[in-house]
């Protein structure tokens, strides 16, 4: 009959509870307890018997990891809808000690360990001990033990707020790494598993590490991760499986400029086409292949070849070809070797050498420009942070520094030379819509005398906007660049153009030259449309809109 009774309470609380939300009220028959109580808190409304009862064993477990390990729930009456359980709190422990043999502490590598020599324990406060057994599980996770367990044994009171429990850790078997395989992009570079994300076989297995390690593929242009990597373990082997989509990187960059000419006020038409091919042959490498025609007759071709992990070493190379030709004036060629170690998967340093070699193409009536030949050592240094989720602007932020010292030669003269080149550039975010971006180059030659025809040149969209092509030269220069940028929308944000620059000439120095303006970028299917006009002046000049220049540039990824 009592058994009965019960059933029908039961059932009574179950049938209140779909037809009203049941209340739960904690007490204990201690005031202080009570209040206790209180002060950590609880939900208090619910919608059935089940979630109110997992709330009180969740409070009960939240009780233990505070040092109450002696808490227990009494009794939860029947009587809907409140619900009343009643708590015994029992006294609250601080801190708890950890006792095991001194070759286990040294092997967790624990620090602050007492009594190392006798009977070595560890103090830990109780509301840090969950934390502290997790760490452990990490530890020996990292140490190739993915299957180990650490667990606490006699448990029991040494003092008034003090416990005290034998700590045990059995790590089962340790585990190797024996392959990595690649799935959905099959073809994906080998080398970059062992270079690039520095995941290596026959090593200690830690699959967090390995997860950590993979999240450096959102820096290569060719490939994604479609999830996390996943591990198969099996009697005698440890497999990871990395989980690869090849994407579209090959770019196509272009622009046109027009501008007025100051002599004779007609249009000027000009640009550039820029082709950068990565990873065709699964390979990793890169060819960038660039053409210019400035308004001033001025044409330069330039090729680059980046070949990663030579006969799968940690070594690549970089080989270039640059041509520059001024009217009837005089030709450039340059060409430059150099390998590179990849110190992570942003950063590079890179040690080669550069050959120069410069024809005048008239008769040497003119003094400053000259047959010349130039060999020289190069240093070099690369940051590149990717955001490739972001299709509008996807590099954040890029660092270059190169030095170089050379030697120059001329018919009847020698001269030392030193060159240096920086460019850093980064976009701070404001929020989701504003960002400012900076962009910095500061480049000079140092050399007892120079000539013409191996002075830097700048000037237009890649350098100070508002000014034609390549059409300022300088012994030495410094280009702040900024843009204020609103976005519209995913595919569209238009921006502010600010640029500074200051330069020197073999002949004057403390020249600053000044562009504004304003822009837009759009992304259509055919690829990134930016749209640039600017104006430029020197300290002196006034502005005048006829002397504005409109840049507009394509990119596109196949």
């Known amino acids: 009959m009592k058994l009965l009774v019960r059933i029908l309470c039961v059932f009574g609380v179950f049938s209140w509870s779909t037809a009203q939300q049941l209340q739960l009220k904690m007490i204990s028959n201690d005031s202080i307890e009570t209040n206790t109580i209180n002060t950590i808190g609880y939900p208090k409304t619910f919608e059935n018997f089940a979630a109110l009862e997992a709330q009180v064993e969740s409070f009960k477990d939240q009780l233990y990891k505070r040092g109450y390990i002696e808490a227990r729930v009494f009794e939860i009456s029947q009587t809907p809808p409140l619900i009343i359980a009643k708590l015994s709190l029992g006294p609250k422990y601080e801190s708890i000690r950890l006792y095991a043999d001194k070759t286990l502490f040294e092997f967790l590598e624990l620090e602050g360990v007492k009594n190392l020599e006798s009977t070595p324990y560890y103090i830990v406060e109780v509301s840090a001990l969950e934390t502290l057994l997790n760490s452990l599980t990490e530890f020996l996770t990292a140490k190739s033990y993915p299957f180990a367990s650490v667990s606490l044994k006699k448990i029991k009171p040494i003092g008034k707020s003090t416990l005290r429990a034998d700590l045990y850790v059995e790590t089962k078997q340790s585990r190797q790494l024996q392959s ?24 200690p297995f830690d699959l967090k590490a390995i997860q950590t390690k993979t999240e450096a593929l959102n820096q290569l242009r060719f490939t994604k991760q479609l999830r996390p990597a996943e591990v198969l373990f099996t009697q005698d082997t440890t497999r990871v499986y990395l989980y690869l989509e090849k994407i579209k990187s090959n770019r196509f960059d272009g622009f046109l400029g027009f501008g007025s000419d100051e002599t004779t006020g007609n249009l000027d038409l000009n640009g550039y086409l820029n082709l950068n091919l990565v990873n065709n042959l699964n390979f990793g490498e890169s060819f960038r292949l660039n053409y210019r025609s400035d308004e001033n007759d001025l044409k330069t071709f330039e090729a680059q070849l980046t070949l990663p992990y030579l006969f799968k070493t940690p070594i690549g190379s970089e080989l270039e070809l640059n041509i520059f030709k001024k009217d009837s004036t005089f030709t450039t060629a340059e060409q430059a070797a150099s390998l590179y170690y990849q110190l992570n998967p942003k950063q590079k340093v890179f040690l080669g050498i550069r050959s120069t070699q410069s024809n005048a193409l008239l008769p040497e009536t003119i003094s400053d420009v000259r047959d010349y030949k130039t060999s020289a050592y190069e240093l070099k240094y690369t940051y590149q942070e990717l955001t490739p989720q972001n299709l509008l602007f996807p590099l954040s932020n890029a660092l270059e520094f190169r030095l170089s010292k050379s030697n120059r030669k001329t018919i009847d003269t020698k001269t030392n030379q030193i060159a240096y080149f920086l460019k850093a550039s980064k976009i701070f975010n404001l929020n989701r819509k504003n960002s400012f971006y900076l962009r910095l180059q500061v480049q000079g030659i140092d050399s007892e005398n120079y000539l013409l025809n191996e002075l830097i040149r700048f000037g237009g969209i890649n350098s100070v906007r508002g000014f034609e092509e390549n059409s300022i030269n300088a ?48 992304l259509t299917e055919a690829g990134l449309l930016r749209f640039n006009l600017a104006n430029g002046k020197t300290e002196e000049q006034n502005f005048k809109f006829s002397d504005s220049k409109i840049h507009l540039s394509l990119t596109a990824t196949f």
């Not at 990595?180 to 090593?203: D, W």
């Open 180 to 203: 990595v395989e690649i799935k959905g992009y099959e073809k994906f570079p080998r080398s970059f598993i062992k270079h690039y994300l520095g995941i290596k076989k026959n090593t």
């Open 475 to 522: 012994t030495n220069l410094g280009v702040l660049a900024s843009e204020y940028r609103y976005q519209l929308s995913s595919s569209l944000y238009i921006h502010s153009v600010i640029d500074a620059a200051y330069f020197e000439t073999p002949t004057q120095s403390n020249q600053k030259l000044y562009g504004f303006g304003f822009g837009f970028g759009l």
